[in-house]
């Protein structure tokens, strides 16, 4: 599913057209976006959690030249589903 499909199925069963639908799935990712860059947790029950963690520092290998590299420490965003999403 991508964000058209996605808008078209807000759209059906929330009962708006697809305007309407867009413009609150733009809002609703908008918000999650701006908490998770101001390293806020989104919680949403019964979906699961969004979170930014700091990944440390780590040595890596270069797939090519089979060459050790050091990748640098940075902020990434994990999502851990809730218990009963997809059933």
């Given at each position: 599913?991508?964000?058209?499909?996605?808008?078209?199925e807000i759209?059906?069963?929330?009962?708006?057209?697809k305007a309407?639908?867009?413009?609150?799935?733009?809002?609703?990712?908008?918000?999650?976006?701006?908490?998770?860059?101001?390293?806020?947790?989104?919680?949403?029950?019964?979906?699961?959690?969004?979170?930014?963690?700091?990944?440390?520092?780590r040595t890596?290998?270069?797939?090519?030249?089979?060459?050790?590299?050091?990748?640098?420490?940075?902020?990434?965003?994990?999502?851990?589903?809730?218990?009963?999403?997809?059933?």
């Amino acid at each position: 599913m991508n964000k058209t499909d996605l808008v078209n199925e807000i759209a059906a069963k929330a009962g708006l057209n697809k305007a309407a639908a867009k413009a609150a799935l733009d809002a609703c990712l908008e918000s999650i976006e701006q908490a998770l860059a101001n390293e806020d947790k989104v919680q949403l029950i019964g979906f699961g959690t969004f979170a930014v963690v700091e990944k440390e520092a780590r040595t890596g290998i270069n797939p090519r030249t089979k060459e050790k590299i050091q990748i640098p420490a940075r902020k990434v965003v994990k999502f851990k589903p809730a218990a009963d999403l997809g059933k």
